[in-house]
């Protein structure tokens, strides 16, 4: 089975500033991924960004950047110069296969909160 | 491309009555997966159809029932409401089923029931 804890309910940042979230997972497959989702007030879901789990470098997408830490289960997401159209709740999520099962697991979110 | 759709977008039934759910995948896609999610349970696994067939469910009881389409076109059905189904129930899809594919949401569908 898979869990994914996200310890940081809530987070609030000033604009421009960087913050980062915090995601740790467990799962007993080699061969998995994780993402980061955000949901804004609108309730879509939006892909922020994924990661391989094969691949040691971290992934970036503009302003948004992973730490993945493979041994330590970490996978936390750096936002850079934080705009207010940032502020969402934002899930981290890992996804495996498992025979023809393949399922995707999310974190319980941190809200963020971007202040001006 | 379109993105992937959901209607409706907001339902409010009472306890007993049914629902269905529509979902269209992204052009090309032939794997849909529902997800509900609630305050209380956060986000979870419902189902998952590829090719017409459901190859993954979540630990949901047997009122919750989907099924797929030809041109992949997804629904899902509750039957006999109960309060506690009142949630945000998240489509997503992707080309295949599989851990390397990444699935994109649609809006979701709000379910009020009452």
């Known amino acids: 089975a898979q869990t994914v804890t996200q310890s940081q309910p809530e987070m609030s940042v000033q604009e421009a500033e960087t913050v980062t979230l915090s995601c740790t997972y467990d799962?007993?497959?080699?061969?998995?991924?994780l993402f980061w989702y955000k949901q804004p007030p609108s309730r879509q879901m939006i892909l922020v960004i994924r990661q391989e789990a094969y691949k040691q470098q971290n992934a970036t997408e503009n302003r948004f950047s992973v730490n993945f830490q493979k041994a330590a289960k970490s996978f936390s997401l750096k936002i850079s110069d934080s705009q207010l159209g940032d502020t969402a709740m934002y899930f981290c999520?890992?996804?495996?296969?498992?025979?023809?099962?393949?399922?995707?697991?999310f974190g319980s979110g941190t809200q963020l909160t971007v202040l001006p | 491309k379109a993105g992937v759709t959901q209607t409706p977008r907001y339902l409010i039934k009472t306890r007993g009555q049914q629902v269905t759910l529509s979902c269209s995948p992204i052009s090309g896609h032939r794997s849909v997966s529902w997800y509900q999610q609630t305050p209380g349970q956060g986000l979870q696994f419902l189902f998952e159809y590829f090719s017409e067939t459901q190859r993954n469910k979540g630990n949901f009881p047997g009122r919750f029932s989907g099924r797929q389409f030809s041109n992949s076109r997804s629904e899902m059905n509750v039957s006999t409401l109960e309060l506690g189904d009142s949630a945000l129930y998240l489509c997503?899809?992707?080309?295949?089923?599989?851990?390397?594919?990444?699935?994109?949401f649609g809006p979701g569908t709000r379910l009020l029931v009452l």
């Open positions: 999520a890992s996804q495996v296969s498992s025979g023809s099962a393949r399922q995707l697991t």
């Open positions: 799962t007993s497959e080699n061969n998995y991924y």
């Open positions: 997503a899809s992707s080309l295949v089923p599989g851990s390397q594919e990444t699935q994109y």
